[in-house]
């Protein structure tokens, strides 16, 4: 306990700034199936491009941006890929519930998943949280493989209904991923839309009308960066 007398002094002042945080956030992937979605694949005479996660976050980076100025389409968008993560994850998450007690059924068998010999560690360097979700949900479709790839190795009856599902999982990541080509950047703002500029005209002929409640801020995504003190003034007429 002080006494009347004790004084406390105030600490040294620091000669240096502080710096910035940072840290380091690793993916790792066991299976083939969750290890091409990382980049995709580049379009050919005889095969479609397919996004793939760093593609995502690439296009996501502009509409994250475009938030930032108060682009409601940016809002939209970041809405639209929010719930598709969820949804998503949601999907991924029932179907490996379900498979996984299959693994428990034959008596006297003790069975561990399947890994990889040489699995990819693939470190992220995102500008957004969104990239980290879509890189979590990339991981959980990576766990489900696993759990498929264990069962059919071991000849382990599988429902029909739920072996198409875990099959066709990978496109549930792939229309996620699609999700920012929607997105064209006519660099508007709230105000541009307001006074219906030629800008906003372009926009709202390539991507429709935006929703009253996305408009209003009444409906808005849980992760949104804050508003540039200084945002770029849109195109006017």
């Known amino acids: 306990m002080l006494s009347p007398s004790t004084t406390l002094s105030n600490p040294p002042e620091s000669t240096h700034a502080v710096g910035n945080l940072q840290g380091e956030v690793w993916l790792n992937l066991q299976t083939y199936q969750a290890q091409s979605l990382v980049r995709g694949r580049r379009r050919s005479n005889d095969k479609p491009a397919i996004m793939g996660l760093v593609g995502f976050a690439d296009r996501l980076k502009t509409i994250w941006l475009a938030a930032k100025q108060d682009d409601p389409y940016a809002d939209w968008w970041l809405v639209k890929i929010e719930q598709g993560i969820v949804d998503c994850r949601a999907r991924l998450d029932s179907v490996f519930e379900s498979l996984t007690p299959l693994l428990q059924t034959q008596p006297g068998l003790q069975i561990s998943l399947a890994q990889s010999n040489k699995p990819q560690r693939i470190a992220l360097h995102f500008t957004n949280p969104y990239a980290f979700r879509a890189a979590q949900m990339l991981a959980e479709y990576d766990r489900l493989m696993c759990v498929f790839i264990t069962l059919r190795h071991v000849g ?31 660099e508007v703002n709230r105000e541009a839309i307001r006074q219906n500029s030629s800008q906003a005209q372009k926009a709202r002929e390539v991507m429709g009308e935006v929703p009253e409640a996305i408009f209003l801020g009444e409906s808005k995504p849980l992760l949104r960066p804050n508003l540039s003190k200084n945002p770029d003034t849109a195109q006017q007429d």
């Open 156 to 186: 382990l009856s599988i429902p029909t209904p739920l072996s198409e599902q875990a099959e066709g999982s990978g496109r549930w990541i792939r229309q996620v991923f699609s999700i920012p080509q929607g997105y064209h950047c006519y």
